[in-house]
C-alpha cells in the first residue's frame, strides 16, 4: 500500500463515518487519507444497520455512491406498531410531508464507499495497527501507525476521529478536557439474518410482555430479525429453533402465522447503551459517528447521526480550504450535537416505550407496562401521536 507523507485530512476508521466522509472530501477536491485498523473483510463482515433517513440517502448520492442502492434498496413509506396482540400502521410519508426511509443495509453502503474509494485511487491503509493521534492542539498535527512490523507517520492539517465507541481518538483527549453522558440498559439484542421472505412489506417493532422483538429485512429475500435478551445470554444459548420459537411468541398472531423460518446465516448479540461525548472537537481533532455517540438502535438512528455529523464536518472542511475561514470548524460540535441530543432523545424514548424492563425502582416492572401500553395506545390513535413518532423517524431537519 503507498501513501502519502503528508495529506490535508487524516481520517481515522474506515467504517461509513470514515469513508463517507473520505468521499465527500475526495469531490471537493480534499486529499485525504484513511487509516483502518482491521481487514476489508472483517469490516464487511459486521452486520448492523438497515434503516436509511432521506438525508442520509442524499448525501450518499452526493457521495456519488448511490446508484446500487437506489436499485436494491427498499423504500419504506410506514412501520408498524405492535402491542396487546394487534398491529397499527404509522404512515411515515403522509405524517412527515411526503419523506420515506431506504431499506438498505449498512454493509452495502460500506461496500459501494469501499468500491467508490478504490475506483477513485483513494489512499486507504487497512490493518494499520497501533494508531495514535499526535499534536492536534497545534496547527501541524500527525497520526503514526504500524503496518508489517514498521512504524509511520503522515502528516495533516486536520484529524477526523471517525474510529467507533472503541477508537483510539476520543480516548486521546485529556480527561479533563472532556464530558461523558451514559446509559447503559439492562438488555441487549440478538439478531439474526436469515435468507427467508419478510413478515410484512413494512417493519414491525413489537412490545411484548417477554420483551421487545424487531421484524426487519434487507432484501425481499432476506431478513434481519432482533429480539430483546438478557446481558447474561450468549449467542451459543440460542439456537436457530429457540430464536424463531422466541420471535413467533412475541408477535401479534398473523404476524406470527406469516412468520418464515430458516437457517441463520449471521447471529450476534449487541448491548444497548446511550453515550454522548461533549466536546466533539480538540483543537484540529473531530471526532464523528460512534466515536462521539451511541443510540440504542430502536430508533435506527446510529448510522443516520453518523452521516449528519459527517455532513456538518464536511461542510466545515471545505469552507476552511475553499473561503479561508474557520466558522464551519468552530460550530462544528455544537451543530452537531444539537442534532445528536435530538436523536438521543427519540432512540430512548423509543427503547423505553418498547423493551421489557426488570422490576426495580421507578417505572418497571408491571407500573412500566402499564404506562406504556397507555402509551402506545394513546400514540396510535392520536395524530399529534404519531406525526410526533414520523417526523423523529425519517430524521430531523438539518441547522443549514
Ligand atoms: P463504526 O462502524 O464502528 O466504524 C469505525 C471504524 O473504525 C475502526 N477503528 C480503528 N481504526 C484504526 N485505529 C483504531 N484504533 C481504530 N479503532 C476502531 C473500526 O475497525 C471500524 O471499522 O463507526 P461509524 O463509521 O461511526 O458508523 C456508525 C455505525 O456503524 C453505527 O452507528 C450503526 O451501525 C448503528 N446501528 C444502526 N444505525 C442506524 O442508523 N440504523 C439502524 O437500523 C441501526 N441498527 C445499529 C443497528 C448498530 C447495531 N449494533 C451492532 C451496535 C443495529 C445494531 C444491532
Ligand atoms: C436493522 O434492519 O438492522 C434495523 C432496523 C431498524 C432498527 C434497528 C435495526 O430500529
Not at 449498512?106 to 487497512?126: F, I, K, N, S
Not at 492536534?136 to 471517525?162: K, M, N, W, Y
Not at 485529556?174 to 451514559?182: L, V
Not at 451511541?294 to 466545515?316: C, E, F, H, Q
Request: charged share 25%; glycine share 8%; aromatic share 8%.
Amino acid at each position: 500500500m503507498t501513501f502519502p507523507r503528508r495529506t490535508q485530512v487524516v481520517i481515522v476508521g474506515a467504517g461509513p463515518s470514515g469513508l463517507l466522509l473520505g468521499q465527500l472530501l475526495h469531490k471537493a477536491g480534499i486529499d485525504n487519507v484513511v487509516l483502518e485498523q482491521r481487514s476489508p473483510d472483517y469490516v464487511l463482515g459486521r452486520i448492523r444497520a438497515g434503516v436509511l433517513e432521506q438525508v442520509c440517502v442524499d448525501l450518499l448520492d452526493e457521495a456519488g455512491v448511490g446508484e446500487r442502492m437506489h436499485r436494491e434498496g427498499l423504500v419504506h413509506d410506514g412501520i408498524e406498531l405492535a402491542f396487546g396482540g394487534q398491529r397499527h400502521r404509522i404512515d411515515l410519508k403522509a405524517l412527515s410531508g411526503g419523506k420515506t426511509v431506504m431499506v438498505y443495509g449498512q454493509t452495502e453502503v460500506t461496500r459501494d464507499l469501499m468500491d467508490a474509494r478504490r475506483a477513485a485511487g483513494l489512499p486507504t491503509v487497512y490493518e494499520a495497527a497501533d494508531v495514535a493521534v499526535h499534536d492536534f492542539d497545534s496547527t501541524a498535527p500527525r497520526v503514526s501507525f504500524q503496518l508489517e512490523g514498521v512504524r509511520h507517520e503522515i502528516a495533516c492539517d486536520f484529524i477526523a476521529g471517525c474510529d467507533g465507541f472503541h477508537g483510539v481518538c476520543r480516548a486521546s483527549v485529556p480527561k479533563e478536557r472532556i464530558t461523558h453522558f451514559e446509559r447503559v440498559y439492562p438488555f441487549g439484542w440478538l439478531g439474526i439474518l436469515a435468507d427467508v421472505p419478510p413478515v410484512s412489506d413494512e417493519l414491525i417493532y413489537s412490545n411484548h410482555e417477554r420483551g421487545f422483538a424487531l421484524c426487519s429485512m434487507r432484501s425481499k429475500t432476506r431478513v434481519r430479525h432482533y429480539v430483546q435478551c438478557s446481558l447474561q445470554d450468549k449467542v451459543e444459548d440460542w439456537s436457530d429453533e429457540r430464536f424463531w420459537d422466541e420471535l413467533r411468541s412475541r408477535l401479534d398472531p398473523a404476524a406470527a402465522a406469516a412468520l418464515q423460518t430458516g437457517p441463520s446465516i449471521e447471529k450476534s448479540i449487541a448491548p444497548l447503551r446511550s453515550f454522548v461525548a461533549e466536546p466533539m472537537r480538540f483543537g484540529r481533532l473531530f471526532l464523528a459517528g460512534d466515536a462521539a455517540h451511541i443510540v440504542p438502535p430502536t430508533g435506527a438512528k446510529g448510522l443516520n447521526l453518523a452521516a449528519s455529523d459527517v455532513r456538518y464536518l464536511s461542510r466545515a472542511f471545505i469552507e476552511f480550504y475553499a473561503d479561508h475561514t474557520e466558522a464551519g470548524i468552530d460550530d462544528y460540535s455544537r451543530k452537531a450535537l444539537r442534532r445528536i441530543w435530538k436523536a438521543e432523545r427519540f432512540s430512548w424514548h423509543m427503547t423505553s416505550l418498547l423493551h421489557k424492563f426488570p422490576a426495580g425502582p421507578g417505572d418497571t416492572g408491571e407500573v412500566g407496562h402499564r404506562m406504556q401500553t397507555a402509551e402506545l395506545d394513546w400514540l396510535v390513535h392520536s395524530t399529534a401521536g404519531m406525526t410526533a413518532l414520523a417526523e423523529n423517524y425519517v430524521g430531523l431537519a438539518f441547522e443549514d
